[in-house]
């Protein structure tokens, strides 16, 4: 069930007034003399998260236990300066308001991290996947989660919702499967939603990977509790506590209105700003994820951003080796490129789109061309398009949109669609 709600009228956000007091109503109380443990997001995903830090801390001051994790999935871990700064505190409030106060990272890679919890079948895969299901998807896989979790009476999660290209939408038990969850899942969860194709995922809420996502949850014995955001801008428009699906399903109601752009006609030309938070192509891709549905056949995605120099911390090594190509390319292809990790080629069709390959010939439905300080040999050692963002004028894109060009000055969250 849903414990508290709140729900800002649409161009009005909630108030920091509303926002506590939903959040007493949903928590207070909830989790006195337990050990909690609060998942959360990292730098790379919208939340006003030093104020929620704050008010949780100060509501769940009657546990005799309270940590915070960063649910990583495999994005780089934070160091102890970093980790302040995403819940907005000082190093001095660290060493006395908050010193007793966890602040974790998951670790997806280190085995001794994790715990096995069981597992999901193939035959079950295969009955989740139906007609998309793929013999590369393998075998069983193995759920494993951080085995910190057992150390603790109840977990709160706490994030945003958006439209998401592998579940659909993000938030609810994404935050266990991948965010704290061991490589087998995030690797097959990933490739799962690659074959299943990003246009026929992002912005639905009932999808194979979230179908996969809720029954390794349901494998998790400790008591969870979710509060879900809906976040316009930087401000919250919608808030909802409870249980882990529902509060979550509210979330998605909410996020359909709010975070999904519709458009009568596709656009030859696509200029996708990547906001700073996204540091790395590996999470600035959402700037084409986003928007590739509103792109014509044989149009162009341009991702700016002149921030930009690296393609991915973790992954860089494979994708500087595989490229980007089309979901076909790797399936007509398997045997070379079957030690690959799945999660690294989901990603590589992600970002590459739609489109086939047969004949030795690779036919993508729309360029993607990066605009960043990665540089042009390397760009086009991965098959992408280059572009030097000094050259870019964004007051001409500004000036210049219309039905053939679409300037999108903060893409990464909002879904963009045509109406069908």
């Known amino acids: 069930m849903i414990i508290a709600q709140q729900i800002g009228k649409e161009g009005s956000p909630l108030t920091n007034d509303q926002i506590k007091k939903a959040l007493k109503r949903g928590l207070s109380g909830s989790f006195s003399n337990s050990k909690v443990l609060v998942l959360i997001p990292d730098h790379t995903r919208t939340l006003p998260l030093p104020f929620l830090f704050r008010t949780v801390t100060d509501l769940l001051s009657d546990a005799t236990q309270l940590d915070f994790m ?47 919890i069981g597992s999901i079948t193939q035959d079950e895969i295969k009955e989740i996947m139906d007609e998309n299901w793929h013999p590369s998807l393998g075998g069983d896989v193995d759920v494993r989660i951080n085995r910190r979790i057992f150390d603790y009476d109840q977990i709160l999660i706490l994030g945003p919702t958006f439209p998401h290209e592998v579940a659909g939408f993000s938030g609810g038990a994404k935050y266990l499967f991948p965010g704290i969850s061991g490589p087998e899942m995030i690797n097959s969860t990933h490739w799962m939603g690659a074959l299943a194709g990003v246009t026929n995922t992002i912005g639905i809420k009932n999808t194979t990977v979230r179908e996969m996502i809720h029954k390794a949850a349901k494998k998790i014995t400790v008591p969870l509790t979710l509060a879900a955001f809906v976040v316009e801008g930087e401000d919250i428009a919608g808030i909802f506590i ?9 979330a998605v109601k909410l996020s359909r209105k709010r975070h999904i752009r519709y458009y009568d006609k596709p656009f030859q030309q696509v200029l996708s700003c990547a906001p700073p938070m996204y540091d790395e192509l590996w999470t600035a891709a959402k700037a084409m994820y986003k928007l590739e549905p509103v792109v014509e056949a044989g149009g162009e995605i341009i991702i700016y951003a002149p921030h930009l120099r690296e393609i991915s911390y973790v992954h860089g090594k494979y994708i500087q080796k595989v490229g980007y190509h089309v979901l076909e390319y790797f399936l007509e292809q398997w045997e070379q490129y079957q030690h690959i990790p799945l999660g690294v080629l989901a990603h590589s069709t992600h970002v590459r789109g739609g489109g086939s390959f047969s004949e030795g010939k690779e036919r993508p439905n729309l360029k993607v061309t990066l605009a960043s300080q990665i540089p042009q040999d390397v760009c086009e050692n991965i098959s ?17 949109e219309n039905e053939r060009y679409l300037f999108v000055p903060q893409a990464g969250e909002m879904l963009y669609r045509l109406r069908k």
């Open 384 to 400: 992408l398009g280059y572009l030097d963002p000094a050259e870019i004028n964004l007051n001409q894109w500004k000036n210049q």
């Open 242 to 250: 409870g249980d882990l699906y529902q509060a979550w399903e509210g």
């Open 70 to 116: 960063v649910a990583l999935g495999t994005h780089p871990a934070l160091d102890q300066e970093a980790l302040r700064a995403l819940v907005g505190i000082t190093e001095q409030e660290r060493r006395s308001k908050y010193h007793h106060i966890g602040l974790i990272n998951h670790a997806w890679d280190d085995p001794g991290a994790l715990t096995q």
